[in-house]
């Protein structure tokens, strides 16, 4: 009863904010392109903490669990995860046996009695260079286990580590998400990237804590440990003018265990679903990569059939969230295609109303920097995530905020997602300030050439920017962007309302102070999934569907009905 009138009551606000003019929704779009220049009284980033800080520090005894960490597995499944023993560092590293601490978590509904117990597995890893001078790496033990028998919606209390030590941790506890379903949603989905161990980071972490989120969404580049040598000292804002005879792009792993304690706090008691950035790479011996993303994180890639942390799907409530991996192959003729199609024509609509995708390098972008760099990724997926109707697509990668229009391949389209860029979290490679339409800022087309994948950098076949490689104005399909540190809160209200929140860094001590909102609104009487379709609504067609009036009669009936 409670959750039903909380509904009506949002449902209610939503209609005062959309009368008096407060909050804007998709559906008064397209609107006319907005820049917001950087505040030139902020500084553009600031320095890495370090190690010895607070915060990044360990404060446990070897065998003791720290790093504790949840991820979504299925709706009655969570996984918990955490490291235990200390990592090595050195010429010559001896890997700990993985097998000498045990991994188990106790669980239950009231503090303090756990009437579950269960066990998972344990592993390390290596990070190994071999080049002259260069230290290598073994983890410390990482331990993953995934609890079963959990009621949506329930709050569970919870020790991790190995009983027979004795070596457990202390409580925590965490509630879990709804079932699927067209009513029912998590509060509050905190989504940030590009996070680094900065200042800044603990600015935009301290800030995101405080809107208390149900669950994070993780849109890579996380520890930042490639801006360092292996030696450790001082991390660089750009690693390749810092450290030109660098012999490979080296790391320094103790950061990854300094970001583990960093987020504990947070991701202990909310679970946190990541997906890999070009900053997790770290190219190692024998061609290795990816090694820290692949051992540290449990990701529900079993679970949804994809078999690999390069990307899957999970559902919170009735929102399908597909995680891709920009950095492998997504070819129509490869594995993650095959599996994204696959995953997308078991969808239910009714039962999860909203398609939420995330990758880490946006395929719509008006900053110089990652200008175009990943538009192979784009030709290659998506007419495929359009054809599906994804509602709203995030990504990182860019240090800036941005908000597009709905857009399909560079069209205005009432049926494509909303683009939000939000690699902002406050990283060591400081903001990005430079947009490609500003005179002597459009990148070359031999520039920005990615970390994996082709270069298909195109000349706009259309629109006011035909036959440029860059617009010379903000680009119509680009709504709003805005050079400064932050995160995004997204506040799904039903099947077909959402509030979308941009908050700034500098405004977290401001009371109702936000950088960007605006109600995504989904059409699916407009926009039917067409597996089949190939052509797509012209831009001449993306007009408003539903007047304030509409929305207003519709909303109201549906108070009427359901309230008085």
Same mark, same amino acid.
């Given at each position: 009863m409670k959750g039903t009138l909380l509904k009506h009551l949002i449902l209610i606000t939503i209609i005062i904010s959309t009368v008096s003019g407060h909050i804007p929704t998709t559906l008064d779009g397209p609107f006319k392109s907005v820049t917001r220049k950087f505040d030139p009284s902020l500084r553009r980033g600031s320095d890495d903490l370090p190690m010895d800080h607070p915060r990044l520090k360990k404060n446990v005894t070897s065998n003791f669990p720290e790093q504790i960490a949840l991820a979504l597995s299925s709706p009655n499944y969570m %996984?918990?995860?955490?490291?235990? =023993?200390?990592? +090595?560092? =050195?010429?010559?590293?001896?890997? /700990? #046996?993985?097998?000498?601490?045990?991994?188990?978590? %106790?669980?239950g509904k009231k503090s303090g009695k756990y009437s579950k117990k269960r066990k998972g597995v344990s592993i390390v890893y290596n990070q190994l260079y071999p080049f002259e001078g260069l230290l290598n790496y073994s983890s410390g033990i990482i331990h993953h286990v995934k609890i079963d028998g959990l009621e949506p919606g329930s709050t569970y209390y919870y020790k991790c580590g190995d009983s027979s030590i004795p070596a457990m941790s202390n409580e925590h506890v965490f509630q879990m998400l709804p079932l !699927?379903?067209?009513?029912? $949603? !998590?509060?509050?989905?905190?989504?940030?990237? #590009?996070?680094?161990l900065t200042a800044n980071t603990t600015t935009t972490i301290d800030h995101l804590i405080n809107n208390d989120p149900d669950l994070v969404l993780m849109v890579g580049d996380l520890s930042y440990a490639n801006q360092y040598l292996t030696t450790g000292g001082e991390g660089a804002s750009c690693y390749s003018c810092a450290f030109p005879d660098a012999p490979i792009r080296e790391t320094y792993q103790p950061r990854w265990d300094g970001w583990g304690r960093f987020m504990e706090p947070l991701i202990s008691r909310v679970p946190m679903m990541v997906i890999?950035?070009?900053?997790?790479?770290? !190219? +190692?011996?024998?061609?290795?990569?990816?090694?820290? $993303?692949?051992?540290?994180?449990?990701?529900?890639?079993?679970?949804?059939?994809?078999?690999?942390?390069?990307?899957?799907?999970? #559902?919170?409530?009735?929102?399908?969230?597909?995680? /891709?991996?920009?950095?492998? #192959?997504?070819?129509?003729?490869?594995?993650q295609y095959s599996w994204l199609q696959k995953d997308l024509s078991r969808l239910n609509r009714s039962v999860t109303p909203w398609l939420v995708a995330a990758w880490h390098s946006p395929w719509y972008n008006s900053y110089s920097s990652h200008y175009q760099e990943f538009e192979c990724m784009?030709?290659?997926?998506? +007419?495929l995530l359009y054809q599906y109707r994804v509602d709203i697509v995030f990504s990182g990668h860019v240090h800036a905020y941005e908000r597009m229009n709905r857009v399909y391949n560079y069209s205005l389209d009432p049926c494509g997602p909303v683009y939000i860029t939000i690699g902002d979290g406050g990283n060591i490679e400081k903001i990005d300030v430079d947009h490609a339409d500003e005179p002597g800022k459009c990148p070359s087309p031999g520039d920005n050439v990615p970390e994996f994948g082709g270069v298909c950098h195109i000349n706009f076949t259309s629109g006011p920017a035909k036959g440029k490689f860059c617009w010379d104005? +903000? !680009?119509?399909?680009?709504?709003?962007?805005?050079?400064?540190? =932050?995160? =995004?809160? /997204?506040?799904v209200v039903n099947s077909t309302y959402a509030l979308w929140t941009w908050h700034r860094n500098q405004d977290i001590y401001k009371e109702n102070s936000t950088g960007d909102q605006i109600y995504i609104v989904r059409q699916p009487e407009l926009c039917v999934v067409s597996p089949q379709q190939h052509s797509h609504t012209t831009a001449a067609g993306f007009e408003s569907h539903c007047s304030t009036c509409c929305f207003l009669i519709f909303v109201t009936a549906f108070i009427w009905h359901h309230i008085l």
């Open positions: %996984w918990v995860s955490w490291i235990t =023993g200390d990592a +090595q560092i =050195g010429k010559n590293v001896t890997p /700990l #046996d993985p097998s000498s601490v045990g991994s188990e978590v %106790w669980y !699927p379903g067209p009513n029912s $949603y !998590p509060r509050r989905i905190a989504v940030v990237g #590009d996070l680094g890999e950035g070009n900053h997790e790479i770290e !190219p +190692q011996a024998a061609g290795v990569t990816f090694e820290s $993303y692949l051992k540290r994180f449990a990701v529900p890639s079993n679970e949804s059939g994809s078999n690999t942390n390069f990307y899957y799907s999970f #559902d919170a409530g009735g929102v399908h969230f597909i995680m /891709l991996g920009a950095y492998v #192959d997504y070819n129509k003729t490869g594995a784009r030709l290659e997926m998506e +007419q104005k +903000q !680009p119509e399909w680009s709504a709003y962007r805005e050079s400064s540190f =932050g995160h =995004g809160i /997204l506040e």
